[in-house]
């Protein structure tokens, strides 16, 4: 809806409750003492009263009105404006500031009506920085490189090309963690939000006889997220399990000048286990070469994690346009995560549900995952997976 009709309703909206509600300012306020006994026998007494309190709640309907808009879009709302309606010595009772909540907070769950223009979208970079480095372990790169490539894009005025991030790592080691930590930052409501959508591969397009009615579906999913909200997140588990027709219907989204059925930004995060484990075997190599693991950059993973993914036979990712067209900006790899990082997710776990924890506990549920590869034992073949379930056992 435009701003214009939209008021409209507001306005009705507004005089109909000024109307129905016995105790409305515009009732009691409006009508003069002597008014109503100067006519005694008038025909319509319910009438007259009624054009009365109707006149009485327009002129007190424009001022809600004047603040609800002040609440809902603070910044039209100039100082003169406020100071205009103030020296006719009116005072919003408190029962009419109980309304004006009510009524703001009701229009706001499905208007849009904050500073960013849109409060479903909050685009909350210190919460998202913080989450990346408090609540992520193990992921110097994934920190460094989610957060430039996120708050750049974000932050371009007229980007021509949606943003396509790809997660690569083996399970339980944070894609699925930073896909909603870039969810709950970026939007009030998090992955609930009806600007952000979440496709798993194996549940919603699990036979590939139905491809068809899945491209259909993934395709007006796509034109209705975006007709929604002009920045949408589009994020896609399994994506090494997509079939390659999907991949296919989905590169034109990615392309530079795609349709974007009205929104500004849209971001796709695909996130698989492709390249798991190149990503391990290097990390491997370079932590026996004496590295240390928070000195490993991106010029040592990339290439290889490239190489790898187009590689790959047993998924179609790899030779997908989107991969082939370089129609994804960033691959982002996810390190293998060593017995430190469980114990710090175990201590999480602990802290998230506000329960005590001892050292030994921590150092328990550490020693449970299952260590890898066979002789060095270095990095938990789970990752942080289901760690959440394990510290159950050690509550007093
Ligand atoms: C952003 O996130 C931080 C940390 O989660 C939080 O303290 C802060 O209130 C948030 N800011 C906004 C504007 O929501």
Redesign the pocket.
């Known amino acids: 809806m435009s701003r214009g009709p939209r008021r409209l309703l507001g306005l009705c909206l507004l005089l109909l409750l000024l109307l129905l509600l016995p105790g409305a300012p515009g009732h009691q306020g409006g009508a003069r003492p002597g008014e109503r006994a100067a006519e005694p026998g008038a025909v319509w007494p319910s009438f007259q009263g009624m054009k009365e309190r109707l006149k009485a709640a327009g002129a007190v309907s424009r001022r809600y009105w004047a603040l609800f808009r002040c609440q809902v879009w603070p910044k039209d709302c100039e100082d003169n404006e406020a100071a205009a309606w103030e020296p006719l010595g009116w005072k919003l009772p408190l029962l009419g500031q109980q309304y004006l909540d009510i009524l703001t907070m009701w229009y706001c769950s499905f208007q849009d009506c904050c500073d960013s223009g849109d409060c479903r979208i909050?685009n909350?970079f210190?919460?998202?920085e913080?989450?990346l480095s408090v609540r992520l372990h193990g992921q110097h790169l994934a920190q460094e490189l989610v957060m430039r490539a996120v708050r750049g894009y974000i932050e371009t005025p007229l980007p021509d090309k949606a943003l396509a991030l790809s997660f690569h790592g083996w399970s339980g080691t944070g894609k699925n963690f930073v896909a909603r930590m870039l969810a709950e930052?970026l939007y009030r409501d998090g992955l609930r939000s009806d600007c952000v959508k979440v496709f798993i591969t194996m549940f919603h397009f699990p036979h590939p006889k139905y491809v068809d009615l899945y491209k259909e579906r993934l395709a007006s999913q796509i034109r209705e997220t975006q007709q929604r909200c002009h920045q949408t997140l589009f994020i896609f588990d399994e994506a090494e399990k997509l079939h390659p027709e999907l991949l296919e219907a989905l590169g034109p989204h990615l392309e530079r000048g795609a349709p974007t059925a009205g929104t500004l930004r849209t971001i796709f995060l695909f996130l698989s286990n492709l390249g798991g484990n190149i990503i391990n075997e290097a990390v491997l190599n370079l932590l026996k070469a004496g590295q240390s693991r928070e000195e490993i950059t991106m010029e040592h993973l990339e290439p290889l994690l490239q190489a790898e993914i187009m590689a790959s036979t047993e998924s179609g990712f790899g030779h997908s346009r989107l991969v082939k067209e370089n129609l994804i900006d960033f691959f982002i790899p996810f390190l293998p995560l060593e017995y430190r990082h469980v114990r710090l997710c175990a201590r999480d776990a602990f802290l998230s549900q506000e329960l005590l924890y001892t050292e030994e506990a921590l150092e328990e549920i550490a020693k449970m995952m299952v260590y890898v590869p066979k002789e060095e034992q270095l990095f938990s073949s789970q990752g942080c997976k289901s760690i959440s379930q394990r510290i159950n056992y050690f509550l007093p």
């Open positions: 909050s909350n210190t919460g998202l913080s989450d930052n």
